[in-house]
């Protein structure tokens, strides 16, 4: 009987929820569904354990709970999604295959080529709250005269008319946009109690994933295997969700932009990777948000609901509105490979030794440790910005093209010339002082720019603005910064110590 079913709804790993479009109004009596592990795919880099096994154990379980419902399940392993979609084909002739545009790419090439010999027709996705579409209208009415786009002006765009936290007149619950004046402080001084992080027990669905990616020839795996801190269904993650809102959120805003070198977690709320698999839906999150707005303090609310509908929402358009050219931007021209330290080797950096060792351990960071401790060592190295992409991107539990292309090229390398923000996110030791406790334990001196002892980041820093001094001195953003560059006195060995340095990064001994 299930061979007569006429239509296949092909799933993608990043499109796991039976609410989204693809899959809201199937029934099992209609419609057949297709999972597809391409070989290829899982072979093509050296990905991270967790990131495998959580995107695989969720695409099962999804799998399952689809076969418990009554829908005839293809689970299909091949070397090729095209190999596999030929396959179903064959094995299944539906009338036509149908998939929800994908969120990358690569994904949108795919499906191009497939649908120009096969029968498949494209769902749009209804994964974000401003589809790309929808983007692009804003974008091209809201493009200032600089030709540069505002996140603030995204953010109150998407406030207002999703109508998150606005009173009847318009203007924001508070009256304030903004709340980074009680946010953002740096480590709260002495003993400070962070929420506790919960851990999952591992089941049998979880053993047969990691039993299937120890079958699989020729797969390079790095990382930690995983130990239940990521959640692998829609339940799962709806309960990390609550758990946020009610033992995290309250302090999310103060200590955002905080690290502490004992506490990787702090107030965040660890759900990236569910929105960006699917598992959530940010409408979720907003709901659940706005339930318990009462019982949280407005400037966290408003510096989390900032994140969700602004920066996330509008770093997926930037992603489709900058053009597929985007990820190859290399505005410094920079070639430098990812340095040994952020995958394990030895350093005695401090910050980098903490950072590296939270990502192997998890697959994740929060944010300031990518932006502050990995990409601007990134940037001030002179690392080819798309290797530092690939890299992210493959040791990252959340990452995916669409999100790591704005991050990285644009907000944490500056490699597009400026499109996503006005000056490069660089800092030394200095700064990374003021917002962590990773270097008073350094064998680093933060402050001293020459000498052995002196940071690399410090150095490589006042280096960076030297060696790019004519693309960025007329950048009126960089001007004081300039100003103080002018007034080094030692900069010719700053320059010296800063070619050791980039040396000793590059081959591991530093
Ligand atoms: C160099 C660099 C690389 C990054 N790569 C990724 C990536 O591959 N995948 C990814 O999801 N995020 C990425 N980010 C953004 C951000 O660091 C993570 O979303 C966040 O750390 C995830 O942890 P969390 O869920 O606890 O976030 P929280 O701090 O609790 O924030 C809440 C949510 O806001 C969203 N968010 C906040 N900032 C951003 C942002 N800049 N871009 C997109 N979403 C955002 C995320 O969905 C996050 O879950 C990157 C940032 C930088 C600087
Ligand atoms: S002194 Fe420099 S290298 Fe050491 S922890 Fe601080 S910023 Fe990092």
New binding site residues.
């Given amino acids: 009987m299930s061979s007569h079913i006429a239509r296949t709804v092909w799933v993608l790993g990043d499109q796991l929820n039976r609410n989204l479009a693809h899959l809201r109004t199937a029934r099992p009596s209609q419609t057949r569904v297709l999972f597809i592990i391409s070989l290829d795919k899982l072979r093509r880099a050296p990905w991270h354990q967790q990131r495998l096994h959580f995107i695989l154990t969720a695409m099962r379980r999804l799998a399952n709970e689809l076969t418990d419902e009554g829908f005839s399940v293809d689970w299909r392993v091949a070397e090729t999604m095209r190999q596999g979609v030929s396959a179903h084909l064959e094995e299944f002739s539906p009338e036509y295959i149908s998939v929800m545009q994908p969120m990358n790419r690569a994904g949108q090439r795919l499906i191009d080529s497939l649908s120009a010999t096969m029968p498949i027709t494209v769902t749009p996705s209804d994964q974000f709250l401003c589809s790309r579409e929808e983007f692009a209208e804003w974008a091209s009415a809201n493009t200032r005269k600089d030709g540069s786009l505002l996140m603030e002006d995204f953010y109150r765009w998407q406030r207002r008319r999703l109508d998150i936290l606005i009173d009847p007149d318009g203007e924001p619950v508070g009256g304030r946009w903004n709340y980074d004046d009680e946010n953002r402080l740096s480590p709260p001084k002495g003993e400070h109690e962070w929420p506790a992080i919960n851990r999952r027990e591992l089941d049998d669905v979880d053993a047969w994933v990691t039993d299937f990616l120890a079958s699989v020839d020729g797969l390079s795996m790095k990382g930690e295997p995983p130990d239940g801190l990521w959640a692998t269904d829609h339940d799962g993650a709806m309960q990390q969700l609550q758990y946020f809102l009610r033992h995290a959120i309250d302090e999310?805003g103060p200590y955002?932009d905080a690290i502490v070198s004992d506490e990787p977690y702090l107030n965040?709320?660890?759900?990236?990777p569910y929105?960006?698999i699917g598992l959530l839906h940010p409408a979720e999150v907003i709901a659940a948000v706005k339930e318990l707005s009462d019982d949280i303090a407005l400037n966290s609310i408003e510096g989390?609901i900032r994140?969700?509908i602004g920066?996330?929402e509008y770093?997926h358009g930037l992603y489709w509105w900058f053009g597929p050219d985007y990820v190859n931007e290399n505005h410094f021209n920079d070639d430098a490979p990812v340095p040994p330290s952020f995958t394990g080797a030895h350093t005695e950096m401090n910050c980098v030794a903490h950072v590296a060792k939270w990502v192997e351990q998890d697959a994740?960071t929060?944010?300031i440790p990518?932006?502050m401790v990995?990409?601007n060592l990134a940037t001030l190295a002179g690392i080819d910005p798309s290797k530092m992409m690939r890299w992210?991107?493959a040791s990252?539990i959340?990452?995916?093209e669409w999100?790591?292309a704005p991050?990285?090229i644009g907000?944490?390398m500056y490699a597009d010339g400026g499109r996503m923000s006005t000056k490069p996110y660089v800092s030394g030791g200095n700064y990374i002082s003021k917002m962590t406790d990773f270097c008073g334990d350094c064998s680093f001196d933060r402050k001293a720019r020459t000498g052995d002892k002196a940071c690399p980041f410090t150095t490589l820093y006042w280096d960076f603005l030297d060696r790019n001094r004519d693309v960025l001195r007329s950048n009126h953003r960089m001007a004081r910064v300039y100003a103080n560059l002018d007034r080094l006195s030692d900069i010719e060995e700053v320059r010296e110590r800063a070619v050791e340095v980039r040396g000793r990064l590059i081959a591991g001994t530093i």
């Fill in positions: 999310f955002e965040h709320s660890l759900l990236s929105l960006n989390f994140q969700i920066w996330r770093v994740w929060h944010h990518r932006l990995l990409a992210m991107w990252f959340d990452g995916a999100v790591m991050n990285v907000m944490g």
